[in-house]
C-alpha cells in the first residue's frame, strides 16, 4: 500500500473534477475563507475556525506539492528477466495507462494514469492514444465535458533522450512502468507509460530501442 501514491491520486482527481466552474482543489482555500468569515459573523466559535483554517491549509499544501510532483512517483528498477515474447507487429495496439501532455484539435492537457494504448505505425512513428471518459467524483463534481474523448502523443524514434524502467505510484497499488523523454516542438517532454504486468511493459520497452538513438539509462533508485 502506498500512502504517497493514494494522497498523488485525491489530489490529480481533486485538480481535474469541477462543481460547477470550480475545480474541486480550490475548496480548501473557499473553506478556509467561509470559516473566516462565519467566526468573525459569531457563526462559529474562533478555535473551530482556526482549526478549520489549519487543515485547509495543510490540505492545500499538499496539493500544491502533488502538483509540482506531477502527480505521479516514478522510481527507477533493475529490468527484470522476462520469457520469450513475440514483438510487436505495426498497428497492434498495447493496452496501458499512460500519463504526459496530450493533445487534439489544438488544445494540450496533462493526464495521469489516464486509459490508453501503444502502437508504433509502419513509419516507425509511435502514437499513444488516451481515451478521457465521461465521469463523475463524489456523486457532484464531474470531468469537464470539453476534454472527454480521444488524445494524442506522437514522438518519432530519433526524438527520445532517454528510456527508463520502473515503477509508478499513483493510487495504492504500484505498476510496472517505463519513463521516455523525448524531443518535441515545445521542448523536452516526459511520457510514462505503466502496465497489468513485466512482460507488457518489456513488449513495449523492445519496441521503443528497436530504432531509437543510443540512449544513456539513468541510475535504478532514481525519481521523477
Known amino acids: 500500500m502506498s500512502i504517497v501514491g493514494l494522497a498523488l491520486?485525491?489530489?490529480?482527481?481533486?485538480?481535474?473534477?469541477?462543481?460547477?466552474?470550480?475545480?474541486?482543489?480550490?475548496?480548501?482555500?473557499?473553506?478556509?475563507?467561509?470559516?473566516?468569515?462565519?467566526?468573525r459573523a459569531g457563526l462559529l466559535e474562533v478555535g473551530h475556525a482556526l482549526l478549520a483554517v489549519a487543515l485547509c491549509v495543510i490540505l492545500t499544501s499538499i496539493l500544491f506539492?502533488?502538483?509540482?510532483?506531477?502527480?505521479?512517483?516514478?522510481c527507477q528498477r533493475?529490468?527484470?528477466?522476462?520469457?520469450?515474447f513475440t514483438p510487436l507487429v505495426p498497428d497492434e495496439k498495447v493496452?496501458?495507462?499512460?500519463?504526459?501532455?496530450?493533445?487534439?484539435?489544438g488544445?494540450?492537457?496533462?493526464f495521469v494514469e489516464v486509459i490508453a494504448a501503444f502502437s508504433?505505425?509502419?513509419?516507425r512513428e509511435h502514437v499513444v492514444m488516451g481515451w478521457i471518459p465521461p465521469s463523475r467524483f463524489?456523486?457532484?463534481?464531474?470531468w469537464p465535458k470539453a476534454?472527454?474523448?480521444?488524445?494524442?502523443?506522437?514522438?518519432?524514434?530519433?526524438?527520445i533522450e532517454e528510456i527508463a524502467v520502473g515503477e509508478v505510484r499513483f493510487g495504492l497499488r504500484a505498476r510496472p512502468a517505463i519513463r521516455i523523454s523525448y524531443r518535441a516542438k515545445r521542448g523536452q517532454e516526459t511520457l510514462y507509460l505503466s502496465f497489468d504486468d513485466a512482460l507488457q511493459r518489456q513488449r513495449v520497452l523492445e519496441d521503443l530501442r528497436r530504432d531509437a538513438p543510443t540512449w544513456r539509462s539513468p541510475r535504478p533508485g532514481s525519481r521523477g
Do not use: D
Open 120 to 123: 508504433t505505425l509502419e513509419t
Open 107 to 110: 488544445m494540450r492537457r496533462y
Open 138 to 142: 463524489l456523486l457532484l463534481a464531474s
Open 65 to 74: 506539492l502533488a502538483r509540482r510532483q506531477g502527480y505521479i512517483v516514478f
Open 9 to 39: 491520486k485525491l489530489s490529480y482527481l481533486m485538480s481535474r473534477y469541477r462543481l460547477g466552474l470550480l475545480p474541486l482543489s480550490y475548496l480548501p482555500a473557499v473553506l478556509a475563507l467561509a470559516s473566516a468569515l462565519a467566526a
Open 78 to 84: 533493475e529490468e527484470e528477466a522476462t520469457p520469450e
Open 95 to 105: 493496452l496501458l495507462r499512460a500519463t504526459g501532455h496530450f493533445e487534439v484539435s
Open 147 to 159: 476534454e472527454v474523448g480521444m488524445w494524442y502523443i506522437f514522438f518519432k524514434p530519433e526524438a
